[in-house]
Nanobody
Framework: QTQLVESGGGLVQPGGSLRLSCTAS????????MGWFRQAPGKEREFVAA????????YYADSVKGRFTISRDNAKNKVYLQMNSLKPEDTAAYYC???????????????WGQGTQVTVSS
């Protein structure tokens, strides 16, 4: 069983930056494709970014491309989401995910974290 724990959320002004972290338990972290999804109040959970097992390939939603960067450190069992130029519409709960392939659908995720809140407001 793999457990995911996110951290790094908070309140930030528009144009600001935040870095989210996700720490995975277990010895098989490098076997998973890792990703980030987000869910705003009253909306469905949506794909944000994903990274392959080695970290050599990344994939982003159009809404965050050029502003967000996903990375991973397999030695530390961690995946990160660097978020720059944040906008009010980025406000949501952000969830770390682990799965078998890069997939923008929630159905492709095997494990979820508990979520961390990001609020972008002046």
């Amino acid at each position: 069983q793999t457990q995911l724990v996110e951290s790094g959320g908070g309140l930030v002004q528009p144009g600001g930056s935040l870095r989210l972290s996700c720490t995975a338990s277990g010895r098989t972290f490098s076997a998973y494709v890792m990703g980030w999804f987000r869910q705003a109040p009253g909306k469905e959970r949506e794909f944000v970014a994903a990274i392959n097992r080695s970290g050599s390939t990344t994939y982003y939603a159009d809404s965050v491309k050029g502003r967000f960067t996903i990375s991973r450190d397999n030695a530390k069992n961690k995946v990160y989401l660097q978020m720059n130029s944040l906008k009010p519409e980025d406000t949501a709960a952000y969830y770390c995910s682990a799965g078998g392939r890069i997939d923008t659908r929630t159905s492709g995720v095997n494990y979820w974290g508990q979520g961390t809140q990001v609020t972008v407001s002046s």
